[in-house]
């Protein structure tokens, strides 16, 4: 198993619906997760980090972490034109909290 | 707050050349990361400093690639000789430290195309 899993997509949802995103994850990633969003020919930028069991909302996006199902996603409500990029989960693990990356969902919102 | 640094932008190139990359982190954080995205995947960790000191290299290409931070603050990243398969985006980062759920903030990039 890779150590940090997305599915690849790509995801197209229509303005203003809830578009749901999800990522697994091996033992050797288990501390922290984040979500990050990279605009095409842009770096990324984070959007949330989770590390605690259960849900965390900021505005319009909620992390979902289960620690028992190795599961973790985020959830984008009220999804506009301008959330259209790739997501990119990543994971921490060891002394350094090195994080390690999915290959990224691309998300699509169709106006 | 300025954010990090990186240049150049774009470099293209012959293969079996040597090219290198310089990073300036946001004032005052202490780890500094360099990655390497390859196209259609996520940010590699290719390694990381803590101050002037390397924590993790484990995934670098010790054979062509190097990298130094003098004096703690800015970094250069070192391809020589450089092969086809290092074509990619190679990504700055820094973060205040290193621990559960720092944030690390993401320089704009350098592509490189290697022809």
């Known amino acids: 198993q890779k150590e940090v899993e997305q599915n690849s997509g790509p995801l197209s949802v229509p303005e203003g619906a809830i578009a749901s995103l999800n990522c697994t994850y091996s033992d050797r990633v288990s501390q922290s997760f984040f979500w990050y969003r990279q605009y095409s020919g842009k770096s990324p930028e984070l959007i949330m980090s989770?590390?605690?069991?259960g849900d965390k909302e900021d505005g319009r996006f909620t992390a979902q972490l289960n620690k028992a199902s190795q599961y973790v996603s985020l959830l984008i409500r009220d999804s506009q034109p301008s959330d259209s990029a790739t997501y990119l989960c990543a994971g921490s693990s060891g002394s350094n909290y090195k994080l390690t990356f999915g290959k990224g969902t691309l998300l699509t919102v169709n106006p | 707050e300025a954010g990090v640094a990186q240049s150049p932008r774009y470099k293209i190139i012959e293969k079996r050349q040597s090219v290198a990359f310089w990073c300036n982190p946001i004032s005052g954080h202490a780890t500094l990361y360099w990655y390497q995205q390859i196209l259609g995947q996520g940010p590699k960790l290719l390694i990381q400093f803590q101050n002037n000191g390397v924590v993790d290299d484990s995934q670098l290409p010790k054979d062509r690639f190097s990298a130094e931070r003098l004096k703690g603050v800015d970094s250069t990243l070192k391809i020589q000789p450089a092969k086809l398969e290092d074509s990619a985006v190679y990504l700055c980062?820094?973060?205040?430290?290193?621990?559960?759920?720092?944030?690390?903030?993401f320089g704009p990039g350098t592509r490189l195309l290697v022809l």
């Open positions: 989770i590390y605690s069991n």
């Open positions: 980062a820094s973060s205040k430290a290193q621990g559960p759920g720092v944030t690390q903030y």
